[in-house]
């Protein structure tokens, strides 16, 4: 089956950059999704097929991929980013899974 | 604006079968651009994909626990419901009700309702 991996945790200054991974077997040809988890609220969608923002989302947040990693940007960090963020692939060969998440890495705003 | 208003028990005992509603606010759950679904989220581990659902009732499960999903759509009422039969501890997580769509390369969830914590224990 088809896996992702990211790393668990990453810190931040408010004010910098960060750059978040989603490694997988040439997941630079899927579309890749990122998705944003925090306490009490429900998950936002904040990119799509790797690189596209979904209305709403700020122009802080960008996404690109080659060849087997896939990477979130969030420029200008905020308090608000704090959060734990997930990428996602639609897997279309196999018999596992079809929508594979990685595990997640844990983004603290220092 | 659309909402997903998720409901069901918070406990619920080993073996039995838990029942989950998701009801779908503000726009058309028979919308031909997209499927309705559930992702739930074990403690310590990651989110993982269910089951989805078209308005037409066409559903498509995790191979894994398809023997133990049913989702049904309810047009009437802009309902999805998922059950999971036999469940155990490992059942254990929040669940997230999903707008689910695609694009010419990716299939994903573009909205997600806030989730309810389900407990497997007796």
């Known amino acids: 089956s088809y896996v992702l991996t990211q790393e668990p945790s990453l810190s931040v200054d408010p004010g910098q950059t960060v750059r978040i991974t989603c490694g997988g077997k040439n997941v630079g040809s899927k579309g890749v999704q990122w998705y944003q988890l925090r306490p009490g609220q429900a998950p936002v969608l904040v990119l799509y097929d790797s690189s596209e923002r979904p209305s709403g989302i700020p122009e802080r947040y960008s996404g690109a991929t080659s060849g087997d990693t896939a990477t979130l940007t969030i420029t200008r960090v905020e308090v608000g980013d704090e959060g734990d963020y997930y990428c996602q692939v639609w897997v279309t060969d196999g018999d596992g899974d079809p929508y594979v998440f990685g595990h997640g890495t844990k983004v603290t705003v220092l | 604006q659309l909402h997903l208003q998720e409901s069901g028990p918070g406990l619920v005992k080993p073996s039995e079968t838990l029942s989950l509603s998701c009801t779908v606010s503000d726009v058309s759950i028979n919308d031909v651009n997209f499927y309705w679904g559930w992702i739930r989220h074990p403690p310590g581990k990651t989110l993982e994909w269910l089951a989805s659902i078209y308005y037409t009732a066409t559903a498509y499960y995790k191979p894994s626990l398809q023997s133990r999903l049913l989702i049904s759509v309810d047009l009437s009422r802009s309902q999805v419901t998922l059950n999971l039969t036999s469940v155990t501890a490992a059942d254990t997580g929040h669940y997230y009700c999903?707008?689910?769509?695609?694009?010419?390369?990716?299939?994903?969830?573009?909205?997600w309702g806030r989730g309810i914590l389900v407990t497997v224990s007796s």
């Open positions: 999903v707008r689910h769509t695609a694009t010419d390369s990716s299939f994903f969830f573009d909205f």
